[in-house]
């Protein structure tokens, strides 16, 4: 149970730059989006526009360019070679890829208690069932869309469907709560904030949408489903950046639509849910039941996201663990929810441990692919000719990862004083 099974082999070849998205590229894209787009997307965006205002638009404008750098990088790396990130780190530092799926699947799994947790907000707000309810019936649902063969082949498609799902229902709130666009549009080159402030709304999302699991759960998808290869790099790379689009699409789309309550005067911060709060403020009863569906979707495919790409960490180092890989799955679902039954809430402290080890994951793994495309293209790479410009945007772009890190490193000390 709770395998999940690759979609239909679907090959594209690049031909003069135009790509054909099949399912399976669809689905490795809104694999990655979607497990992106997960509670806590949703509550840093809310956070940071209710403090930033319109200029929190140029956060997300720089985030989504580093976004990009990250991503480029990490899928081209890991579609050409065609193997997971584990296996590409041991070859090139033996023990490196143990440490990196020690830390993918730590964080992951806390990072799941939040999703589960969310999953049960989500129904709450949508219907009001009981939370932990919620939460039970939620992580069934998952475990379901895994293990069910039918299911498991169209999987795809259902994360498409939620993911597209998200992006309408805010589309309508944003549209609905009348936000300032000119305002946030100036704003996203002239920002009117601190500038602390706002490399501290930057760095946060940069780890909350390519760091930890999320921004390898896509290209693990890929190769799975036999899209990985030179043959491939076109889509690779396409799929790639539509990926980071997409999420941006729903950051842009929530942030304009809590804009849009916030420039009201609405101190949404005050509320004891202040997402629910703005749509509420702007949609009324509809705005809430809305919220309801938009946090269930996010929260479910989040969960799908996180389990599988935090299984795909480990199933390659042992033959026995590849066979179990759908019992791993379900375990990690269940012990998600095991713990948030038994606390009540997604633990504090391991969330803001588990968000502090995303600003250490990424640079670790970012790093080890980077040497992988500059010294060892001839062996892992089957004699790719790595491009220089897209290895300078990765180097800078780890630079800014490493910054994030030593400050992410600072904040898990404070948790243990």
């Known amino acids: 149970m709770g395998e999940m099974p690759p979609a239909p082999q679907q090959k594209v070849r690049p031909r003069l730059g135009r790509v054909t998205l099949s399912s399976s590229l669809l689905g490795a894209m809104f694999l990655m989006a979607t497990s992106a787009i997960g509670p806590g997307f949703i509550t840093q965006t809310t956070t940071f526009t209710a403090q930033l205002g319109a200029a929190f638009a140029f956060a997300i404008l720089v985030s989504i360019l580093v976004d990009i750098a990250v991503q480029l990088n990490i899928w081209r790396v890991i579609g050409v070679s065609n193997m997971r990130a584990q296996d590409l780190a041991n070859k090139v530092l033996p023990g490196a890829g143990y440490l990196l799926a020690v830390l993918i699947v730590f964080g992951g799994l806390i990072f799941n208690v939040g999703n589960i947790a969310g999953t049960g907000l989500g129904l709450d707000a949508m219907i009001g069932l009981d939370p932990r309810v919620g939460a039970a019936i939620s992580a069934l ?88 290869g030179r043959e491939n790099i076109a889509a690779i790379t396409q799929t790639s950046v539509t990926g980071i689009i997409v999420t941006g699409l729903m950051r842009v789309l929530l942030f304009l639509a809590i804009l849009g309550v916030v420039a009201g005067g609405v101190a949404i911060m005050d509320a004891p849910n202040p997402s629910a709060e703005a749509f509420y403020q702007a949609a009324g009863e509809v705005g809430m039941r809305l919220f309801g569906m938009i946090m269930w979707a996010a929260a479910v495919s989040s969960v799908i996201g996180a389990s599988y790409t935090s299984i795909s960490f480990v199933t390659t180092f042992s033959p026995w663990l590849e066979r179990h890989k759908g019992k791993l799955v379900t375990g990690f679902i269940g012990i998600s929810l095991a713990i948030y039954l038994l606390s009540g809430q997604a633990p504090g402290t391991l969330l803001v441990m588990a968000g502090a080890l995303n600003g250490v994951i990424l640079p670790v793994g970012l790093g080890l692919l980077l040497w992988v495309a500059a010294r060892h293209s001839k062996t892992l790479l089957d004699g790719y000719r790595y491009p220089r410009w897209l290895l300078v945007i990765g180097v800078a772009a780890w630079l800014l990862t490493v910054y994030m890190a030593v400050n992410a490193l600072g904040g898990i000390a404070a948790l243990w004083q």
Do not use: C
Not at 152 to 177: N, P, Q
């Open 141 to 228: 649902v998952a475990i379901v869309i895994l293990a069910v063969k039918r299911l498991g082949v169209a999987l795809d498609r259902i994360l498409v469907v939620l993911g597209v799902m998200m992006i309408a229902l805010t589309a309508y709130v944003a549209l609905v709560s009348s936000p300032p666009v000119g305002d946030a549009l100036r704003q996203s080159v002239l920002p009117e904030a601190a500038s602390s402030d706002l490399f501290l709304a930057t760095i946060t999302i940069i780890g909350g949408t390519v760091g930890g699991y999320i921004t390898y759960a896509g290209a693990h998808r890929l190769i799975e489903n036999g899209m990985g």
